[in-house]
């Protein structure tokens, strides 16, 4: 099963185990890897932008659980659940709009609390 590398530069660095089903986003995104960006934070969710376009899945949500990785077509990013966002309406995460699932974090997510908007980040294929 294939795994990325986050690699939040002055942060911590996060294994992403992806799902299975190698689904069409999972596919788009493995192939567009490496990349870097840039962070951004809402409420406990990190996000980025991926060079990856594509539409919803028919398995999409917006209702996430803590450790979750998701590409949001909406905004063309990937995004990092670690706790309760602004639209929660209890303590799971829950994104602005349905989102594609990736895989999830291996680990813990308690470390993403330390990364800020603006820092960089790099995803990379783990060997």
């Known amino acids: 099963m294939p795994t990325l590398k986050v ?8 294994s992403v185990i992806l799902r299975e089903d190698e689904t069409a986003t999972v596919e788009k995104l493995l192939s567009s890897v490496p990349f870097q960006a840039k962070v951004n934070r809402w409420g406990d969710e990190v996000y980025f932008d991926a060079p ?3 539409e ?3 398995d999409a949500r917006a209702v996430m659980e803590v450790g979750e990785v998701a590409f949001w077509p909406d905004g063309s990013a990937m995004a990092i659940f670690f706790g309760p966002t602004p639209v929660s309406t209890d303590a799971r995460p829950r994104a602005y709009s349905p989102c594609n699932v990736l895989g999830r974090i291996s680990g813990d997510v308690t470390p993403l609390r330390t990364v800020v908007t603006g820092s960089s980040v790099e995803v990379s294929r783990e060997p």
């Open 7 to 14: 690699s939040f530069k002055n942060g911590p660095e996060m």
């Open 52 to 54: 990856v376009s594509a």
């Open 56 to 58: 919803l899945e028919k």
